[in-house]
């Protein structure tokens, strides 16, 4: 388990420093919705546009933070959802926009699965805190959306966007997953266990090569890995994340996705993490061979994931994981005036990197700090 230190010094950056600024600085005040970007001085970056998948993501934090006890987060998840019905909702037969402006207008209407998912989970764990039926409607509408416009005429998975462009990708097939797991802890419905386990056999039978343990991140269109470097890219940090995922999947349904775990972890723990301090890095080549030594804070955040994927699963301690890998967040990365702002990615030579502090980065790291507390306590 993790240390006492360690897990005093993560309660105490969550509740008293990170959810106290992006309860307040972090809402737009004068436009609604939540800033999607600060400065280093923890204002909003004034950039001109507001993700939907952002508004997911502050959803499930402010659901999540209520439920572990902190106040107020009723009333801003409800804020969240409020902003994705009320403005990013195009209805039924055109679902949700991508991107709006800062005052609300359509920017970007393309259907994106990526942006899909973080809704999903937004209406999840609205539905999980408030056991509402509108949370719980939202939830079988935007599903029935993605089944509609977004699934692959090949029946296997979906497209990234309609219209398509580029690779297929696993990413947004991975936080689907992650989705419907929490629609499916929320719920109880089979209809979204049904699209868990559709979800896990894709990873097994054409995302994922067990033998090497390596998951790539672009396909062509029948799901072979795309030819070039493109196609032999390994992301430690989304390894990482669907061994929790997957964890997940084998509490809440039974899927037989153990021997996936251990194997995803073993090669990013083996290729995928800087022996000097423990930093998770960006990239690798599906032969262990690092693209990039450079490592932004999420990956980070999912290796505490990992570890207590592995603890639940074969009881290897993750203790070790979780101090390194928090210390290492709340030293390198969390460690700015004032407190509940971050540096989002250090380079190779580990310098900052980052221009802003992204909002999107909050769900990761209240996520993986809120099973380490579970854990431990």
């Not at 994340?241 to 073993?266: F, H, M, P, S, V």
Request: glycine share 10%; aromatic share 12%; no cysteine.
């Amino acid at each position: 388990m993790p240390k006492l230190k360690t897990r005093d010094a993560i309660r105490s950056w969550l509740f008293d420093k990170a959810l106290p600024l992006w309860s307040t600085r972090g809402v737009d005040q004068i436009d609604g919705g939540f800033v999607e970007q600060m400065d280093f001085n923890g204002r909003d970056a004034g950039v001109d546009f507001k993700r939907s998948r952002v508004a997911g993501r502050q959803a499930y934090v402010f659901s999540h933070a209520q439920m572990l006890g902190w106040h107020g987060g009723e009333e801003l998840a409800g804020e969240a959802i409020a902003w994705l019905t009320d403005r990013a909702w195009l209805g039924p037969d055109r679902g949700f926009a991508r991107t709006l402006t800062r005052k609300g207008e359509i920017k970007d209407a393309t259907p994106d699965l990526y942006d899909y998912a973080f809704i999903m989970f937004g209406f999840a764990w609205r539905h999980r805190l408030m056991k509402d039926a509108a949370s719980r409607d939202w939830l079988h509408l935007t599903w029935d959306f993605v089944e509609m416009a977004l699934r692959h005429p090949g029946g296997e998975g979906f497209w990234n966007e309609v219209p398509n462009k580029g690779w297929r990708q696993q990413n947004p097939h991975m936080h689907m997953t992650e989705a419907l797991i929490a629609a499916y802890q929320a719920t109880g419905e089979e209809r979204f266990a049904d699209g868990v386990r559709e979800l896990v056999e894709l990873f097994q039978t054409r995302l994922f090569d067990r033998p090497s343990g390596t998951l790539a991140e672009y396909f062509t269109d029948d799901w072979q890995r795309a030819p070039g470097d493109e196609g032999r890219l390994v992301e430690p940090g989304h390894l990482m994340e669907w061994a929790w995922i997957l964890n997940e999947a084998r509490k809440l349904t039974g899927a037989d996705t153990a021997e996936d775990i251990r194997a995803a972890l073993r090669f990013a723990e083996g290729y995928g993490v800087d022996p000097e301090d423990g930093a998770t890095f960006n990239g690798v080549r599906d032969d262990g061979v690092v693209i990039t030594r450079a490592s932004r804070s999420w990956p980070n955040a999912e290796r505490i994931k990992g570890a207590i994927a592995l603890w639940e699963l074969d009881g290897v301690d993750p203790g070790p994981v979780i101090d390194t890998s928090a210390n290492l967040l709340l030293t390198r990365y969390l460690s700015l005036e004032p407190a509940g702002i971050w540096i989002d990615q250090f380079d190779t030579n580990k310098n900052p990197t980052s221009p802003t502090v992204p909002a999107s980065t909050l769900y990761h790291l209240f996520l993986a700090f809120a099973e380490a507390l579970r854990i431990s306590e």
